[in-house]
């Protein structure tokens, strides 16, 4: 073999080993890469299993709410329907025809001011309508008070009165029809060149007062002439007004408007005689409508027997918001007689819990200086050791110590420290509290209630072992065992 031939031999051989190296290194690089990206799969992969574990045991998990207690009242109240009386005018008509309203419910009108139309044809609001509808824009205003309307009929809407939801209907109809009424008159000089202006009669009033539409039989009714049977309860839920509708059809001297010419008015409540008794010596009583929450004082100025035994009728006068409930016969109210303060935390956060009674002397100081008692255990020789264990007292007699049944159980004996007298326990109490969570698990504090409505409870504030302002509670106490965490 020549020298030529041996050198390109010997190159090929050394260039084979090379590449062999080549590809032993790019094949170890890309197993070490595969193996990064198997740890990397699989490291997010045991991250996105813990995550839905998480997910799908906080969704199966109770939700657990948390309230913050603060100082607030509570009313000592009683609720009643009364009855409103104003100085109420009726009009009739001067026409016969169609009527056309160009106000709303509750405006005040002057002497002389245009306050409804008659149509003897049946014509002129249908051709008002033809030439006017399209164009006619409610403005924010007249919008504001529609809404204001339904939020009054919703805060006050009782499902055993559903036929006020009708009513309502109609009212709001009509209040919109009047709205509009009042942009169309502006075309009512229209009519001359279209003929029809010789059947319509413009009527003015003739006195002053606050407009409404609609009649019920108690427009003449007073103080001395209400009987057992107004305020009854059958009668209120039978109460029905005859509404003044927008263009109907009236004959002359039908009612076509009330005005309510006084601002001064009463509310007349049923009551049993010894409170009638109070409230009349008390002279003043601030009332709370519960139709928008109002808050009044009136004065009480009359009562006497209503006929049913051990019941009197009071007369609650008011000297303003008349034009409030001008549409309203009955009023529920709350008779705000007296305030209790405290702490305010809701029913639904209130539990009553079993304790152990305790003598106070069998309570000691343990480790890290916490309370608890000594308890007697035995091994499997039978021999006798106390152990200690935490037992933070929950409340306190003169004598006893309430201590959680969760950490001992009844038949538990216990030592008396530096003494050889044992306590087997058995009494237990109930004490009423609510669940703290401020330490980021339920926690018992007892309480002290003062007063209770059917939504809330005002309770002692800053006591030994109670709640002070701004602690947080479990707000549902059905949702939480004690010492369950809760996570926030």
Known sequence: MTDRKK??????????????????????????????????????????????????????????????????????????????????????????????YFNKDGDRLGVGQLAYTVDESGQVMDYLNSESADSTVLSSDDLSELQNDMVDFSSEFDPTRFSSTYDFKDSVLNSVQKLSGSYILKDI??????????SIHQCYTTGTGIIVYYTDGYEDTTYDSLTEKDLSTSTISAYKKTSLDNNQLVATGDPIYKLCTDENWSLVIETTDDTAKKLVEEGYIKIRFIKNQQEIWASVSASRASGSEGMSFVKLDLSNSMVVFCTDRFLRVELITEDETGLKVPNSSIVNEKFFLVPKEYVTTGPGGTQGVLRETYDEKGTKSTEFIDAVPYSETDTDYYLDENTLSAGDVIDKPDSTDTFTLSAQDGLTGVYNINKGYADFRQITILYQNEEYSIVQSNTTYGLSEYDHIVLDASAVTPDTLVYG
Do not use: P, W
Not at 30 to 53: E, H, P, Q, W
Not at 189 to 198: T, V
């Open 7 to 100: 050198r390109r031999s010997s190159t090929s051989y050394n260039n084979n080993r090379r590449d062999r190296g080549n590809i032993r290194m790019v094949s170890s690089r890309k197993d070490r890469n595969s193996g990064l990206t198997y740890i990397s799969v699989a490291f997010f992969t045991v991250i996105l299993i813990y995550m839905i574990i998480l997910i799908v045991q906080y969704a199966n998990s109770d939700t657990i709410t948390g309230y913050e207690v603060k100082t607030g009242s509570l009313s000592s109240d009683q609720i009643y329907t009364g009855i409103a009386l104003r100085t109420e005018e009726t009009v009739g008509s001067d026409y016969a025809g169609y009527v056309n």
């Open 189 to 198: 000089n229209s009519l001359a060149s279209s003929g029809l202006s010789d």
